[in-house]
């Protein structure tokens, strides 16, 4: 199934700074990273629930959110950018 | 159609800090918002070119990022919410 993850981590928050940086390196070992916070691509259902396990014991229920949208074929689905980023600036974590 | 809008907008920026509320209360007018940079809805071909102008007249190019999935039927695309955040936190731009 092709996916398209997009996740909004709330950053300033002492008890865990890491929790995006895990987020996105989850991500960026199962999808294409596109945009600052969304990602795509084609998995499994087994390595969509992998995902979801790891994701799970990292994201915070009512602090950060994410959100997927599936689909059972790319090609029902059309993707346009109105204006393109530089993505290399948001794609590494230092 | 059905789309899903997303975008990321470079905010430290003093020629223009109000491209970001701009932008946000252009998606407001056509779409439902579902994350603090993430809308989704149902639009015509018209709203839908409508919705573009307005965003192009805006949006920045290599500063900026926009991108739309469209999907002619919102049936082919299923939701899931992995962790919810407080999204009226997100969804009011004083």
Redesign the interface.
């Known amino acids: 199934m092709y996916i398209?993850l997009?996740?909004?981590i709330?950053v300033n928050d002492e008890d865990n700074p890491y929790v995006l940086k895990k987020v996105f390196n989850i991500c960026k070992r199962y999808l294409n990273h596109?945009?600052?916070?969304?990602f795509e691509g084609e998995v499994s259902e087994a390595q969509y629930l992998k995902l979801?396990k790891e994701?799970?014991d990292i994201?915070?229920?009512?602090?950060?959110?994410?959100?997927?949208?599936?689909?059972?074929?790319e090609k029902?689905?059309?993707?346009?950018?109105?204006?393109?980023?530089?993505?290399d600036k948001?794609s590494n974590f230092i």
């Open positions: 398209i997009m996740y909004d709330e596109i945009q600052k916070s969304v979801k994701l799970f994201l915070r229920e009512n602090k950060d959110s994410c959100i997927v949208f599936k689909s059972r074929n029902w689905l059309e993707k346009e950018f109105l204006v393109k980023e530089d993505i948001t």
